[in-house]
């Protein structure tokens, strides 16, 4: 990589953001200024192995070629019209994302949070609309310690106090069972359930997977009792645990899936709702909207991530090279982890709490060159680029070993 881009130091910079930026995050003391693949480099040209990919955003690496050429290419023609005219780049992006979810219908959004509301609105509408609901009385069924983003009526449902306090009145009409169980699940769905919505993997609880035939317990159970599945896969999707889709290890569609993150390609924000035509056909014009979902320049962006996806490649790398990490963590039993839960290239790894917070291994780690994310506690979340080598995921690997053992 070529020289720094800042005559501002990483403190400088750092100390800089105090008083002018909202004090909502509390990132690593690391200033990215470059980053190309698994490899990120700060202000003062420091090298780190980007062991987060931007919580999934960076499924495909930083500046994955053929995404950054689709992105230049589609700069140089046309970037927004809204919705108000066509565009010719969407119909093709909504084709081929449908295709490779096996689903029928596309609503572009950008953010996830947006694809989780726009979710919970085309849920309510079906339930009035087809499943004859009276009117207001939609109930939708969550897990508790689920990550859905961060509006009001998002944090509604959340069971993260810190996430919650101080931003009510909340939004009515949910209801929280346990994650991973199936009878309390029955128990919460009634007449007026319009939908179960639900992570296949609960990301930020920390790499929460659960027991093999839950996903089909809830898409058996959503049939017979008459309500939706909507999958929230913004994280879990696109490649990340060896498949498409995290609903593929047990072979499972819903009827409404959420994505985001991966799908702009760590370029833009691209997410959607993909969801079965008696379900998204349900939105009549004027109902919803977004000025920027479809822009060309997202819709370019997100075809060509589904053209990456298309080949198998990143899913296969994920699967083979998930296996490196299993068995990377597993050699550490005893030696700093205490336990963790891996699908594909996806790892939720809990440290002895003796070693250190979450927070303080991340720090260290830093420190080595590796950039990490504690979840809460004592657990860090590893979700590297499904572009890693396996020599780097192995040198990751190791130093998290030395970093454990100081
Ligand atoms: C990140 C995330 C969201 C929210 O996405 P944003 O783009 O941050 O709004 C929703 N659901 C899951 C599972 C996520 O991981």
Not at 58 to 71: C, D, K, S, T, V
Not at 379 to 403: D, Q
Request: charged share 25%; net charge negative; aromatic share 6%.
């Amino acid at each position: 990589m070529t020289a720094p881009a800042h005559s501002r130091s990483s403190a400088d910079l750092i100390r800089a953001e105090e008083p002018v930026l909202a004090h909502n995050y509390h990132p690593l003391p690391v200033v990215v200024s470059r980053a190309e693949g698994a490899w990120v480099e700060d202000v003062e040209g420091r090298r780190y192995l980007d062991m987060l990919a931007g919580y999934s955003a960076l499924n495909f690496g930083h500046r994955h070629p053929a995404l950054i050429e689709a992105a230049h290419r589609q700069l140089d023609r046309l970037t927004l019209t809204s919705r108000a005219f066509h565009n010719d780049r969407l119909a093709e992006f909504a084709e081929r994302l449908a295709a490779l979810t096996g689903l029928d219908m596309v609503l572009p959004m950008n953010t996830g949070a947006e694809a989780v509301e726009s979710g919970i609105k085309v849920a309510r509408k079906w339930a009035y609309d087809v499943k004859g609901v009276p009117a207001d009385l939609a109930t939708i069924v969550v897990a508790a310690d689920n990550f859905h983003g961060r509006t009001t009526t998002i944090v509604s449902f959340s069971t993260d106090e810190t996430a919650r306090s101080g931003f009510g009145p909340f939004t009515p009409g949910f209801r929280i069972v346990p994650y991973n169980d199936l009878a309390a699940l029955e128990a919460a769905i009634d007449d007026t359930t319009a939908a179960v919505l639900i992570e296949p993997i609960q990301g930020e609880a920390g790499v929460l997977i659960p027991d093999d035939g839950y996903l089909t317990g809830v898409r058996e159970l959503t049939r017979r009792k008459g309500c939706l599945f909507v999958a929230d896969e913004i994280q879990s999707g696109l490649g990340r645990t060896g498949r498409t889709l995290a609903v593929e290890h047990e072979s499972v569609v819903p009827d409404v899936l959420l994505l985001g993150k991966a799908l702009g390609g760590g370029i833009v924000p691209v997410s959607a709702v993909v969801a079965r035509r008696e379900v998204l056909g349900v939105l009549r014009p004027g109902e919803h909207g977004s000025t920027f979902g479809g822009n060309p320049l997202a819709a370019a962006v997100g075809t060509a991530v589904v053209e990456l996806l298309e080949t198998g490649e990143f899913q296969r790398r994920a699967a083979e090279l998930g296996e490196v990490l299993r068995d990377g963590l597993a050699a550490l039993a005893g030696k700093g982890v205490v336990g963790f839960r891996a699908r594909g290239l996806w790892a939720g790894v809990d440290v002895d709490p003796a070693l250190g917070t979450g927070r303080e291994v991340s720090e260290r780690l830093m420190r080595e060159g590796i950039l990490v994310k504690d979840t809460h506690g004592s657990t860090i979340r590893l979700a590297p680029p499904l572009t890693i080598t396996g020599g780097e995921l192995e040198e990751a690997l190791g130093t998290l070993e030395k970093v454990l053992a100081l």
